[in-house]
């Protein structure tokens, strides 16, 4: 049970908004790092997933980019709140 309410607690409205508000604000480093990450996962698998590889890199360009539409709030301080 304290887990569960510790998992509520932290997918709060508040939270996922600055979670969002966080990932616009990084999208190129987000974006980088995902582009990275399928490049060495094709190489080493030899490209036998490059298609499926291809659509995870676009849904994650496609949807940091509409976030950095929507303009999410990063900058509110007290959004995770303290432990």
């Not at 304290?2 to 600055?18: E, P, T, Y």
């Not at 980019?65 to 007290?78: F, M, R, V, W």
Request: cysteine-free; charged content about 35%.
């Amino acid at each position: 049970m304290g887990l569960l309410n510790n998992v509520r607690k932290l997918a709060s409205k508040q939270n996922i908004d600055r979670a969002k508000g966080l990932a616009a604000k990084n999208a190129d480093k987000i974006s980088g790092a995902v582009d990275k990450a399928a490049s060495t996962i094709d190489k080493k698998t030899g490209g036998k997933h490059s298609e499926k590889l291809d659509k995870v890199t676009k849904a994650v360009d496609d949807n940091l980019e509409k976030l950095k539409d929507d303009g999410g709030d990063a900058t509110d301080p007290g959004a995770f709140g303290t432990r």
